[in-house]
């Protein structure tokens, strides 16, 4: 992946332009700058959206129904474009990248849904595998990847069940271990714990939590006010499209 | 993309057509309707082209010289003919009567000495081979037009006729053609778009997973093609069924002294690779087409 190796370092490169005075010197993962996002029915989902997250962390996105959360979701996953503002994502600049190139963004992170958006009619197995045939995988590379992220995930028996076997939050662990089988810089997830009881929520939580831990850059969007304060994490909190709150070790407030 | 997965490819695109067999079996019904139907017009065209050659082969006629002209005035006048337009300058012949004569009197052996002689024989003329029979009647007047030329004989009625069906018929299997494709094409990309909707949220995860645009795209037009091909060998055996029946009721019904047909055996080769080459490229296109608004995720 001649191409990929190419853009990283081209990343890389504007990662370091763009970080401020050494005051960290983590890379940039995302990079919100005045984002405004009008959708065309006129509806003004963003005002003016400033957020910047580095290398490694795990942020909370928190906010009423409708404030936006998702929109910034879409934004980060190129499915929607900006109205006003920059996007950069994985030193990728969403505003002027090239058609061809979404594809390869995209490859750098790993998106969880609160439906879990699994394929029913293939087994566990055969959803890793459609994942990672998807970016050109070879057998022997899935051979060597699923067993892993399924044991990571806590499904090591789970391969040959169907989606509609299992429960909510085995789904979603699903999910999680499709986000990470191709290996992905980041993982944003848009409620994941949406659907799921109290108590799977905390373990798909804690999960998150574990494989941020491990390195990858965790952002989870949720409404759920219990779950974020069980977790001393930064919380970003915004309200009808303008950010309110940026905090380490942050609760939700209302 | 790493490495570029025909087998997978191929193996979806089966699989697809399979999932919708409904559509696809209409589908394939519509490709092999519209390609008989063309296919037996080319057909018909293409007799009636062969036959219209054949005629042409013979097409000539006779210019008959005004009898005070000398030697010198003829050379010069065969030199006109030759310069007019659609005359094949290779195809004018200088008979002289007494020559003309002998070939009269080669077919009518049994008359009376010079009894049933015609005027012309006595004369000196040209034969004139004509290059395009649709222009066959202006090229005669236009002859007749040049002086010393005294008369002409063209026996041409039947060819003209002939001319006129050939330009109908071809003019009819082109707008069949470009209906009928734009129909088959219309019917693939419908199934293309029904099979890339019942699997629109197999590409959503597939675009969230990183799929390029090929990628999602390949499958659909692999699919597309094996329909056109599929449809394109039954309509070929069933074209070569049809065009078996046509020439045997010619054959009965004693009409093959007017109208043969060519042998199927001398050109299977030719409409089986014209009708490969319609249904992949009607398959691949139409699905191509329609793959394109589900990959703007
Ligand atoms: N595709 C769309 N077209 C028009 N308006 C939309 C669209 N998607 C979301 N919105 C509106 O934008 C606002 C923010 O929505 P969203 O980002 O989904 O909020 P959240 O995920 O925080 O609940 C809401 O008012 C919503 O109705
Ligand atoms: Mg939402």
Known sequence: ?254 | MRRFNLGYFIKEGFSSIFSHGLMSFAAVCMIVACLIIMGSFSLLAVNVDGMLSQLEEENEFLAYIDESFTPDQVRTLMEKIKQIDNVDPNGVTFITREQAKQDYLKGHETDGLYVNMPDEVLRDRFSIHVIDLEKFTETVEAVCALPGVANHRAENKVAEGFVTVRNAVTALAYVLIAILAAVSLFIISNTTRLAAFSRREEIAIMKMCGATDGFVRWPFIVEGLLLGLMGAAVAFFLQWGVYAAVGKALADSGATALFTLMEFSMIWKRVLAIFLLSGAAIGALGSGFAIRKFLQV
Do not use: C
């Open chain 1, 1 to 254: 992946m001649a191409a990929k190796n190419r853009y990283n370092k081209k990343a890389d490169a504007s990662i370091q332009r763009l970080q401020s005075s050494g005051r960290e010197m983590r890379a940039i993962m995302i990079r919100l700058i005045d984002i405004h996002k009008e959708y065309d029915n006129g509806t003004k989902a963003l005002k003016g959206i400033n957020l910047r997250i580095e290398d490694g962390e795990f942020v909370f996105l928190v906010g009423p129904s409708g404030s936006g959360k998702s929109t910034i979701v879409k934004l980060l996953t190129a499915e929607i474009t900006a109205s006003k503002g920059r996007v950069i994502v994985n030193g990728y600049n969403l505003n002027n990248i090239r058609r061809w190139q979404i594809p390869h963004m995209r490859r750098t992170l790993g998106v969880i849904f609160q439906d879990f958006r699994l394929i029913e009619k293939k087994t566990v197995q055969g959803n890793l595998e459609f994942a990672m045939r998807t970016v050109g995988a070879s057998g022997r590379e899935m051979r060597k990847r699923i067993p892993y992220v399924l044991d990571l995930v806590g499904l090591e028996d789970k391969a040959d069940a169907y989606p509609n076997e299992m429960s909510g939050g085995e789904q979603q662990r699903v999910a999680i271990a499709r986000a990470l089988v191709n290996n992905p810089r980041m993982i944003i997830a848009d409620e994941p714990t949406g659907n799921l009881d109290p108590r799977r929520s905390l373990e798909i939580m804690t999960l998150l939590e574990r494989i941020n831990a491990m390195g990858t850059t965790m952002l989870v969007v949720t409404h759920e006010r219990d779950l974020v304060n069980r977790f001393s994490k930064r919380v970003v909190a915004i309200k009808d499209g303008e950010l309110i709150r940026d905090g380490q070790g942050g609760y939700y407030r209302a």
